[in-house]
Structures are given as structure tokens and as C-alpha cells.
């Protein structure tokens, strides 16, 4: 038995991760997290997913008969995962804000606080496996390594990346082993109220998915050329923060080919624009990489570049502290900012990765660039 | 350890407030006509007769309510609505940077539809507010001050006798939240001036769900609820006839012991807040004259140690306190007293109630004392 801090987000996933620690027989405490306020677009009289959630996940202890708490985190979240999430738009990038928040607030750092608190672990309800010598971890200890769930179709191992060996060692993942359909099968047999409560989908700060408005109640106009790859300016846009490489709706522009953002240039305040083939990357660079376990110095890995996708097979090298990845295949539409999770060539276990901080632009400006 | 330190929260009912509670679950409809339904009515009056007395105020002016949020709501909504209604201009709200939200948010609210004027008067390092400073922002058209008689937080009793006593002469009605006072403190409406009043039953030994507003003769008070007019037509909605006479015989209780009460809970928070204080980083907050503070309240500042951990291991001892007013979801936010009053560090609040006992602060005492250093001693992995 292990003190296990779980956080009990008000979701199916996590109440099913409680009640798993709990039959197991871990002393188990929920917390749940505080993380934004009520989007002021809210319809009055009904009270914000915020607090039903925390309602949600108070019920779920409750029937677990575990304590539970609320912790107070929004100038956590909104420091180190908003303001960044929109300064990061700014700059011409993509940010996966699920990330930065996992590693800044809801896992890494309350990890953190879950040991300081005497707690031998924390648990959440993500999807993904934790292995100890290939057999699932059910208690905390070292040599654990990071796998994608059994539920293909949920893993999160990806959010997870920046996991070091030291965390895994205190982190339980318990419905990781579960598919979807099992974990709602599990919280109506425990009577949870939230077991057909439906997934979230959306950054959880912006819950209508619009995350243009929600970016242009917080960064000005600033209104630049829109050009093809020859440079020709085709019309205008009101700030490249509107933008992400890859993107195709809403691109006000009149044109009979299918056309692409193909690369937003912040400093120039260009966003250019071209066919599928500008979109054509065969290389990414990551400045800062994060490892729970060591890479070889060549490889052949399985690099995943954005939360719903594939993995892409790749040759990995080091540069320096960085990490230069070539696909074999090239990839289509690689938006800074993303992260790039790094994948054994089963496309099971987890390595790490890291934010992309550079990618080949060549299809979209011809090979000098850069 | 079980002890229960969060009286400012929600005390415990009293046995005679609990004993009335269950003679009266089988009341008849307070309004129906035939003889059971007076005899209810009888119960009500009686109740109400008996709060009026203990308050200052004529039976005709107490409105029962589900609690303190709905006495607050219906008099600063009530009264501002009726000065609207009465004047071509817009009328104007001053409320302390203290008062609770069930005051504060109404005022927001009230402001931000475009229904009132507002400013807030700010308080001093204690926590109190300064009489003078209300008065400077008197304007023509000011309908209402509401400044709460003491703060739920630190506990700091405001001089409400001598502001209404100013405000009297000018025609401004006075509201006070005087929800977590009443059970420490004499209120009286006549006495102090008070234009109109909120209590809550379960802040002194009532169940929870039941409260009263006092709202003087002459003040007119535009209704919230509509229906049956049952309760002066100012409030609608069948009797809660157990409730109400719970609500009295509490006060009642409240009233004939509050001064031995007083004496007693002074010398227990006394004495908790100077053991604590002898810790490193301990502070003791709110007014240093006892006479303007709560016997029941001890409010403490703490430095280094993270409020959610010492929530946590101060409950996994058995100890209940607060770290501040809970919010909805349950969550100890940043208040906007400590803000206010300018006060820093973590903060504990500890709530005496009129059955904390001997026994429970010398075992608060003790687990306190050894967990704040050894959190200190080890803060670990926090922000």
C-alpha cells in the first residue's frame, strides 16, 4: 500500500483512477485543481464546467471515501500556460498548451507537491502505461519506463513526454491499461455520476474551441502581407497569430488550388501561403529535449509531431544538447512550437522529446533558406 | 484529535434550537385558514416576536430567510431598487473593501447593470473601517451604506453605532451584515441605528438553511421573491416553520449567554493565539483592543509554509480551520480582506464556537505547535 495523491479533475478518467487505487488498497487522497476562471463568455444562470467539475470530482471521493481537496492554481495556470500560449501565437509558433500545463502545473509540479505533501506517488487519469521490468506499475519505485495506452485511440503519452525517470518513479498512471469503453464501464459499475460524461476535446481555457477569439481578446491587430512562396502578395491579414502551418480554412483568399499555410513568419509578419507540396518537411530540430530514458546517438526512432497524429519514422542525432530529426518519409505540416515526442520503433515506449524549434522550410522557400 | 475550530464557518446547533426543530417538522401551512395552519402561524409570530426582542427591533420588521446571503441580497437589492424607483436619479452604494460577497457581489452586480453607484471605503491594517473615511464619500444621492458589523475573517468589529449615528441625521439607511457578530456580539437596531440587518441561524447555533433580515419601519424594500406574499409581502414562499422556531430559540440561547460565552471564548482564543504567536513566523491578525474584536475569531499569519499543505495535514490530524473564506468549488483563494488590510503570509483562521471547549485548544495547541515548524523546517517542492 502507497499514500497516492490522485488529481481528480471531475472526468471519468481520473474517478476510474481513483477507484482503481482504491480497490488495489493505496491510501488515497484526491485533489482537484482550480485551473482558469469562468470564461466570461459563460451563459448567466448556469454555473461554469469549472465548478460542476469541482462538484464532480467532489462527489467522486466522496463514494470513494477518500479525502478530498481543492487547490487553488489559476495564477499558476494562467503564468506559466496562457500568458505563454498566447505569447507563443505571437511569435508565429503553435503551442500545445496541454503540455506546457502538464509539465508547469498538473503533473510535474504537483508532483512536486504530492512529495513534499508525504504522498509516495501521484496518480492521474491520463492514458498511457507505466512498466517496471514489462509488467504494469501498480506501486511507486524506480526503473520505470513510459508506454502508449492500450487505447490507441486515447493515449497521451505524448502530453507526458517531459516525464523524467526520478517522476515516473512516483507517478501511477492507472487507467492506462483500460480502452475507453472499459473506463466507462468501470464508473457505471461504481455508480459515478460522471460515467457517461463526454470527453473534452478542447484546450480546456477555451471550451468553444474558437481559439482565434479567444487569441484576439488578448493580442492586438497587426495587420501584414499574405504571400505565396514566390513572395507575390496575394491579400492581408490582421496578425499572424491568426495562422498555423498546415491550416486551410479561413484564409479569406479566392483561389481555385487547394492552398496551405506553408510557413507565419512573426519578425517579417508574413504569413506565406502555397500547395500541399510547401508543406513538405523533412527535417525538425529540438533545442531543449527531455529524456526519461537514454537514446542511442543514432537512431531509429518513431517521432509523433502533434497530439492527434501518427508517428513518423525517423533518424535521430545529436547536436550539441539538441536533437536534429530526419524523417524518412517527408512529414506535411509542421507547425512550431508542437511538441515532438520521440517513440521506440514499436511506437510503444516513450523516450521524450521536446518543443520543435526549427523545421525545414526548403518546399516552402527553396533550399537557401535557412 | 477531533477538534472542530471553524465555528465562523458553521457552528453547532444548540440542543434547544435541535429540540424545536423536530417538534415543529409536522407543521401545517403557516397561511392555511383552519386551526392547524394557525396553530403554525402561532409558532412563526411567536418565533418572530422573540427575535425582534432580542435584536431591538418590532416584530414587523424581521423577514425570515433561507440564511445571511438572502438577508444580504434582499436589502441591497430590496432598498436600491426602491430608491431608483422613487428618484430620477441613479441611486449610490458605499460598502466596505471588506464585507462578505453575498454584500459585495450584489454591489458588483448592482453596479455593473447600471443600478446603483458604487464605492468601496477601505479598511485599516485591522481590518476596520474608518467612520470618517464613509462620510467623505457621501454624495445627494447616496441610498445606502452597508458596512458589516465584523468581519467574517479576522474577526474586527466595525464602529457601527457611531456611523449610523453619523449617517442618522443625513437620511442615509444603514445596512449591516451583522452574520457572523450575533453570536458574540449585542446587536441591537434601536440602540445602534441600524436601518436594516442580516443574520444567519447556523453562525450561532441554529441548522443551516435559515436566517432573518431587519428591515426597519419606513425604509421601503422592493421584493425579490414573488409569489404568496407570505412574510410581509417583502419575502414569498411557504414558512419553514421548524426552521424559524429554530432560528428563535437559538437566538434566544444566544442572547442569554452570550455574555458568560464571551468571557469564556476570550480567555480560549487568548490563550491559543499566544501560544501560537511564540512560534517563529506566527502573527497574530486583526484589532490588538480585544473590545474590537471577536471573542470567537483568531486570525494568523504564517510564513513558509504553504496554506494547501497545512490545510491538508492540519485535517489528516483532525484539526478543522480555515485558510479563508471557501469559494464554490471549494477551492482557499486569495481574499480580498487579507488584500484590503494589507496582510500577508498564509493565513488560519481558528473559530471558537459556544461548545468549543478547554480541552479542544490545548489539543489545538499542541498539534499546531508541532506541525508549523516542522513544515517550516521542510517546504520542500511548493510553487
Redesign the interface.
Known amino acids: 500500500m502507497s499514500r497516492v495523491l490522485v488529481a481528480l479533475s471531475g472526468g471519468v478518467d481520473s474517478s476510474v483512477a481513483a477507484a482503481l487505487l482504491v480497490a488495489e488498497g493505496h491510501d488515497v487522497?484526491g485533489v482537484?485543481l482550480?485551473l482558469a476562471d469562468t470564461p466570461i463568455d459563460a451563459p448567466p444562470g448556469h454555473?461554469c464546467c469549472?465548478?460542476d467539475d469541482?462538484q464532480d470530482a467532489?462527489r467522486t471521493a466522496a463514494m470513494l471515501d477518500i479525502?478530498?481537496?481543492?487547490?487553488?492554481l489559476?495564477d499558476?495556470f494562467h503564468s506559466e500556460v496562457q500568458a505563454p500560449f498566447t505569447a507563443a501565437y505571437a511569435t508565429g509558433t503553435t503551442p500545445n498548451p496541454c503540455v506546457t500545463c502538464n509539465e508547469k502545473v498538473k503533473y510535474a509540479a504537483l508532483l512536486?507537491?504530492a512529495?513534499?505533501?508525504g504522498f509516495d506517488a501521484l496518480a492521474t487519469g491520463h492514458y498511457a502505461q507505466l512498466r517496471r521490468a514489462g509488467d504494469p506499475v501498480t506501486t511507486p519505485g524506480p526503473n520505470v519506463t513510459l508506454h502508449r495506452a492500450v487505447d490507441r485511440q486515447k493515449d497521451q503519452s505524448y502530453v507526458l513526454y517531459m516525464a523524467q525517470p526520478e517522476q515516473l518513479a512516483h507517478t501511477l498512471l492507472p487507467v492506462g491499461g483500460y480502452t475507453k469503453p472499459d473506463v466507462r464501464d468501470i464508473a457505471a459499475k461504481a455508480g459515478f455520476r460522471v460515467a457517461q460524461k463526454p470527453d473534452s476535446y478542447d484546450i480546456c481555457f477555451i471550451p468553444d474551441g474558437d481559439t482565434a477569439g479567444y487569441l484576439e481578446q488578448h493580442l492586438p491587430v497587426s495587420r501584414g502581407p499574405i504571400v505565396d512562396t514566390d513572395g507575390v502578395v496575394l491579400g492581408s491579414h490582421d496578425g499572424v497569430w491568426r495562422y498555423t502551418v498546415g491550416q486551410r480554412r479561413g484564409l479569406g483568399l479566392n483561389h481555385h488550388e487547394r492552398r496551405f499555410v506553408a510557413d507565419v513568419d512573426a519578425t517579417t509578419n508574413t504569413v506565406t501561403i502555397g500547395p500541399r507540396d510547401a508543406l513538405s518537411c523533412a527535417w525538425i530540430r529540438i533545442a531543449e529535449p527531455r529524456f526519461s530514458a537514454v537514446v542511442p546517438d543514432v537512431s531509429e526512432l518513431k517521432v509523433q509531431i502533434r497530439a492527434h497524429g501518427r508517428a513518423h519514422e525517423a533518424a535521430v542525432t545529436k547536436d550539441g544538447e539538441a536533437l536534429h530529426v530526419r524523417f524518412l518519409e517527408p512529414v506535411y505540416g509542421v507547425a512550431l512550437g508542437q511538441a515532438a515526442v520521440l517513440y521506440d520503433r514499436d511506437d510503444d515506449r516513450c523516450y521524450g522529446g521536446g518543443m520543435i524549434t526549427d523545421a525545414d522550410r526548403d518546399a516552402v522557400y527553396g533550399p537557401r533558406h535557412g | 484529535m477531533n477538534v472542530y475550530l471553524d465555528h465562523a464557518a458553521s457552528s453547532t446547533p444548540r440542543p434547544q434550537a435541535r429540540a424545536v426543530l423536530l417538534t415543529h417538522l409536522d407543521a401545517a401551512n403557516g397561511s392555511a385558514a383552519h386551526q392547524r395552519g394557525q396553530n403554525t402561524r402561532a409558532v412563526i409570530e411567536e418565533a418572530r416576536e422573540r427575535v425582534a426582542a432580542a435584536i431591538g427591533a418590532t416584530p414587523h420588521e424581521v423577514v425570515f430567510t433561507s440564511g445571511g446571503t438572502e438577508a444580504d441580497n434582499l436589502a441591497l437589492k430590496g432598498i436600491i431598487w426602491a430608491a431608483r424607483d422613487a428618484r430620477r436619479t441613479t441611486p449610490h452604494l458605499i460598502i466596505s473593501a471588506t464585507e462578505h460577497a453575498a454584500v459585495k457581489d450584489a454591489a458588483v452586480w448592482l453596479a455593473e447593470r447600471g443600478d446603483a453607484t458604487l464605492d468601496l471605503v477601505g479598511c485599516g491594517p485591522d481590518g476596520c473601517i474608518d467612520v470618517d473615511q464613509v462620510l467623505g464619500l457621501l454624495r445627494a444621492e447616496t441610498a445606502l451604506v452597508s458596512v458589516m458589523t465584523a468581519n467574517n475573517e479576522l474577526g474586527s468589529i466595525n464602529p457601527i453605532a457611531e456611523l449610523a449615528a453619523a449617517l442618522a441625521p443625513k437620511g442615509v439607511p444603514l445596512h449591516t451584515d451583522a452574520v457572523q457578530a450575533i453570536a458574540t456580539l449585542d446587536v441591537n437596531v434601536t440602540r445602534d441605528q441600524i436601518s436594516a440587518l442580516a443574520a444567519s441561524g447556523h453562525k450561532f447555533g441554529a441548522p443551516q438553511g435559515v436566517g432573518f433580515a431587519v428591515l426597519r419601519r419606513n425604509l421601503p424594500v422592493v421584493p425579490l421573491h414573488h409569489g404568496g406574499g407570505q412574510d410581509r409581502g417583502v419575502r414569498s414562499g411557504t414558512f419553514a416553520t421548524a426552521l424559524i422556531a429554530s432560528v428563535a430559540a437559538a437566538l434566544d440561547a444566544t442572547v442569554a449567554e452570550r455574555q458568560q460565552l464571551v468571557i469564556r471564548l476570550n480567555r480560549l482564543s487568548d490563550k491559543l493565539a499566544a501560544n501560537l504567536t511564540t512560534l517563529e513566523g506566527v502573527r497574530r491578525n486583526g484589532p490588538v483592543d480585544p473590545t474590537r474584536r471577536l471573542a470567537s475569531h483568531v486570525h494568523l499569519s504564517i510564513d513558509d509554509v504553504?496554506g494547501?499543505?497545512l490545510?491538508?495535514?492540519l485535517?489528516?490530524l483532525g484539526i478543522a480551520t480555515s485558510g479563508g473564506a471557501a469559494c464554490?468549488?471549494?477551492?482557499?483563494?486569495?481574499s480580498h480582506v487579507l488584500v484590503a488590510a494589507g496582510i500577508t503570509g498564509t493565513p488560519l483562521r481558528l473559530s471558537l464556537g459556544w461548545d468549543t471547549t478547554d480541552n479542544d485548544i490545548d489539543t489545538a495547541i499542541t498539534g499546531l505547535s508541532e506541525l508549523i515548524p516542522a513544515l517550516q523546517a521542510?517546504?520542500?517542492?511548493?510553487?
Open positions: 487522497t482537484h482550480k454555473g469549472t465548478l469541482a467532489r479525502p478530498f481537496y481543492v487547490w487553488d489559476r499558476a512536486g507537491r512529495r513534499t505533501a | 504553504a494547501e499543505l490545510g491538508l495535514r485535517d489528516a464554490s468549488s471549494g477551492a482557499t483563494t486569495a521542510h517546504p520542500g517542492v511548493w510553487a
